[in-house]
């Protein structure tokens, strides 16, 4: 069983930088396919970064050059460095992981940008 807790969610103004973890812990295998998901109110939820694979990443294109992922296997977790929040980037931010053909969610975290 793997369990995904994700923090560092808050408010922020907009321009400013937050720093979300999420950490993963139980039968980890590999971080190669774990990212970022975001749920805005009233939307669906959507890809926000994701690793592809050992070295590979995915952006989604409303975050390139403001958002960056990345990992510390030794901690077994998974960072998303925010900058230039925009009020667009409101929403419950997720990780997922998909091992061993089984997909795991977090619980989320909140991120609030005011303008």
């Known amino acids: 069983q793997v369990q995904l807790v994700e923090s560092g969610g808050g408010l922020v103004q907009a321009g400013g930088s937050l720093r979300l973890s999420c950490a993963a812990s139980?039968?980890?295998?590999?971080?190669?396919?774990m990212g970022w998901y975001r749920q805005a109110p009233g939307k669906q939820r959507e890809s926000v970064a994701i690793f592809t694979g050992a070295s590979s990443t995915s952006y989604a294109d409303s975050v390139k050059g403001r958002f960056t992922i990345s990992r510390d296997n030794a901690k077994n977790t998974v960072y998303l460095q925010m900058n230039s929040l925009k009020p667009e980037d409101t929403g419950v931010y997720y990780c997922?992981?998909?091992?061993?053909?089984?997909?795991?969610w977090g619980k989320g975290t909140l991120v609030t940008v005011s303008s």
């Open positions: 997922r992981l998909i091992a061993g053909g089984m997909v795991y």
């Open positions: 139980g039968s980890i295998i590999s971080l190669n396919f």
